[in-house]
């Protein structure tokens, strides 16, 4: 992710995306999404990559996509 020039780059506009993956208020903390997350992270946290490997495991359905054009 930080080593390779591909990564890198894609690393500089992550931070300007349209969507990404965020947690409502039905997350318990179960941390299971951490577990199954291959970078140990939960979504809406700075080194989450949104690869959405989470979304499936999570039981309470608390992860959700989250647009920038969406209003809460």
Same mark, same amino acid.
């Given at each position: 992710?930080?080593?390779?020039?591909t990564?890198g780059?894609?690393?500089?506009?992550?931070?300007?995306?349209?969507?990404?993956? /965020?947690?409502?208020?039905? #997350?318990?903390d &179960?941390?299971i999404?951490? =577990?199954?997350?291959s970078?140990?992270? +939960?979504?809406?946290? /700075?080194?989450?990559?949104? #690869?959405?490997? &989470?979304?499936?495991?999570? =039981?309470?359905?608390?992860?959700?996509? +989250?647009?920038?054009?969406?209003?809460?």
């Amino acid at each position: 992710r930080f080593f390779c020039p591909t990564g890198g780059v894609l690393e500089l506009f992550r931070k300007m995306s349209f969507f990404r993956y /965020d947690i409502n208020e039905s #997350c318990n903390d &179960c941390d299971i999404c951490k =577990k199954q997350c291959s970078y140990e992270t +939960k979504p809406s946290k /700075d080194n989450c990559v949104n #690869c959405g490997d &989470c979304v499936n495991i999570c =039981k309470p359905d608390a992860i959700f996509i +989250k647009s920038v054009y969406r209003k809460k």
